[in-house]
């Protein structure tokens, strides 16, 4: 009779904290992440700022870069797992069989670092454009055509730079007609 030596024994990184997706309830994942946030877990919902008319006005709306998932950091050894199957919003937590795989951590990590880079430029008043950056025009006479984003003028306007009779014009438009070249 030989002792069978158990292979996750050996894992190093099994009692250290990784990353995890949890999977919500459709349009709950705000939920999901507040009242797991509440249960003292690390959660990172990352958000993407988009551009909506309401009313006729543009305003910003924060919504989730991936619908309906979010990222938890657990420990194997550690965490309590338990409540997270029945916090309000969460559906399940991805696995792949009946063990949750990991996510890796510099994934997660890139993602952190590209939500804060944005909070940068929204902060500075420019969320969705870069100057330089080339723009087309989709309303209004200029419909169809490039344009070099200059800068943005309050909350709703933008000046871009439109190559016309082989001179630059600058042109004042509002930042809803505007949208980036793929």
């Known amino acids: 009779m030989t002792d069978q030596l158990d292979p996750s024994a050996l894992d190093d990184t099994a009692a250290c904290p990784r990353w995890y997706v949890v999977q919500c309830k459709g349009g709950e994942s705000f939920r999901a992440s507040e009242h ?12 993407l700022e988009v551009q909506k008319k309401r009313r006729n006005k543009l305003v910003w709306i924060a919504e989730p870069l991936f619908p309906h998932y979010l990222f938890i950091r ?3 050894v550690a965490s309590n797992w338990r409540p ?15 063990e949750p795989l990991p996510v890796p951590d510099a994934l997660v ?20 454009f870069r ?7 989709t309303e209004g ?3 169809a055509l490039k344009a070099v984003f200059e800068n943005q003028k309050g909350e709703e306007r933008a000046i871009v730079l439109l190559n016309m009779l082989h001179h630059q014009q600058r042109l004042e438009l509002p930042v809803g007609d ?3 070249t793929t």
């Not at 797991?36 to 958000?47: D, E, I």
């Not at 100057?131 to 025009?137: D, L, M, S």
């Open 36 to 47: 797991l946030t509440n249960q003292g877990y690390r959660v990172f919902h990352p958000l």
């Open 74 to 76: 657990l420990d194997r």
């Open 84 to 98: 997270i199957r029945s916090t309000r919003g969460v559906l399940r937590l991805v696995a792949f069989g009946d």
């Open 109 to 128: 990590e890139m993602l952190i670092a590209r939500s804060q880079r944005d909070e940068t430029a929204r902060e500075a008043g420019n969320v969705y």
């Open 131 to 137: 100057p330089g950056e080339i723009v087309e025009i």
């Open 141 to 143: 006479p200029f419909q």
């Open 178 to 180: 505007l949208r980036r």
